[in-house]
C-alpha cells in the first residue's frame, strides 16, 4: 500500500501541482483542509508532493517506519485533499488514504524491514487488528456509495433507468471534452434490458459488502465480484480504479499474508537466515 502510494504520487505528479496556476476564486477546501481561508504558499504544496514518493519507498521498506509511515500518510492525504478542493471531488484515492492512515499507526513493519535486518526493532507487535481494521474500511467504502445510490435515485436506481443515464451523460461528456471515453457505453444504451441486471448487481455488490467480513470463503468470493463490478465500471464507464483493479484494496480481506509468510520463512523471521525477536 505504500508502495501504491508512492508510484500514485509520482506518476499523478503533474496533475496534483498543476493547481498553483488555477485561480485562487476556485479553491473550496474540503476534508480535512476545510479550515484553510485559502489556497496554500505554492512552495508547500510542490515541496509536499515532491516528499511523498519518496516517504512512500521509505515506509514500503520499513525504514524509520515509525515516522516515515505517518509522515506517508499525512502528506497523501494533504496532496490528494489539496488536489479535491479546486472543483470536481475525486473519491477514487479515499481508501488509499484510510488505508495508510491505518498502517501508520500499526506495526506494520514487525514482520520484514530495513529495520528489522538492522536490528532496531526490540518486541514483538500484533497487528492483526490493523488488518481486520483495513477489512471494514473496504467494506464500509462499499457500503457507502450503496447507500448513496438508492439515496440519490431512489428505488429507481434497481430498474436500471437512472444507470443508463449515468452512463450515457458520463460518455457524452467526456467527448465534448475530449476526455477519454467508453466505446462499449452505446452498447448498454442501446440495450437497455442489460441496464437492469447491471443496477442490481452493483447494488448488491455494495450494500452486501459486509457479508464479506463473515468468513474467509465468503469474503473471497465477494472480492472477486467486486473486483468484476469495476472491471465493468472501467468497461462501460472508462472510470479507473487502479487501487481495486490491482486487488490491494481487497488484500485485508484475503489471506494474501500465507505465501508471504512461507518466502519470509525460507529466509528466516526477518530474511535474516535465523530467529529474531520480532514477528
Known amino acids: 500500500m505504500s508502495s501504491y502510494a508512492a508510484i500514485w504520487t509520482a506518476v499523478r505528479l503533474p ?3 498543476d493547481v498553483t496556476d488555477f485561480s485562487s476564486n476556485r479553491f473550496e477546501p474540503v476534508g480535512p483542509l476545510a479550515w484553510l481561508d485559502g489556497p496554500v504558499p505554492s512552495g508547500v504544496l510542490v515541496g509536499v508532493a515532491l516528499l511523498t514518493p519518496p516517504l512512500g519507498v521509505a515506509a514500503a521498506v520499513g525504514w524509520r517506519y515509525r515516522v516515515t509511515g505517518p509522515l506517508l500518510a499525512a502528506s497523501f ?3 490528494t485533499t489539496y488536489r479535491n478542493s479546486w472543483g470536481q471531488i475525486f473519491h477514487t484515492e479515499n481508501l488509499v488514504a484510510i488505508h495508510l492512515m491505518l498502517l501508520a499507526v500499526a506495526p506494520a513493519h514487525h514482520l520484514w524491514s530495513v529495520d528489522g535486518r538492522l536490528g532496531r526493532l526490540k518486541r514483538p507487535a500484533d497487528g492483526d487488528w490493523a488488518v481486520k481494521a483495513m477489512a471494514v474500511a473496504t467494506v464500509t467504502t462499499y457500503l457507502v456509495a450503496g447507500i448513496a445510490k438508492i439515496r440519490n435515485g431512489g428505488l429507481a436506481w434497481f430498474d436500471g433507468d437512472v444507470l443508463v443515464h449515468q452512463v ?6 467526456k467527448r465534448v471534452l475530449g476526455d477519454v471515453w467508453s466505446p462499449f ?5 442501446a440495450n437497455r434490458w442489460l441496464a437492469t441486471p447491471a443496477a442490481v448487481g452493483s447494488i448488491l455488490v455494495e450494500l452486501g459488502a459486509p457479508v464479506a467480513l463473515v468468513n474467509e470463503w465468503v469474503g473471497r468470493r465477494w472480492c472477486f465480484v467486486a473486483w468484476t463490478f469495476h472491471i465493468a465500471v472501467l468497461l462501460f464507464m472508462a472510470i479507473v480504479f487502479p487501487y481495486h483493479l490491482l486487488g490491494i484494496a481487497l488484500a ?7 505465501p508471504v509468510q512461507r518466502l ?9 537466515g535465523g530467529t529474531s525477536d520480532y514477528a
Open 15 to 17: 496533475h496534483l501541482i
Open 168 to 173: 450515457a451523460f458520463d460518455n457524452v461528456r
Open 185 to 189: 457505453a452505446e452498447l448498454l444504451v
Open 77 to 79: 492525504l494533504f496532496v
Open 264 to 272: 519470509l520463512g525460507r529466509f528466516g523471521p526477518a530474511g535474516g
Open 252 to 258: 485485508p480481506l484475503l489471506p494474501v499474508e500465507r
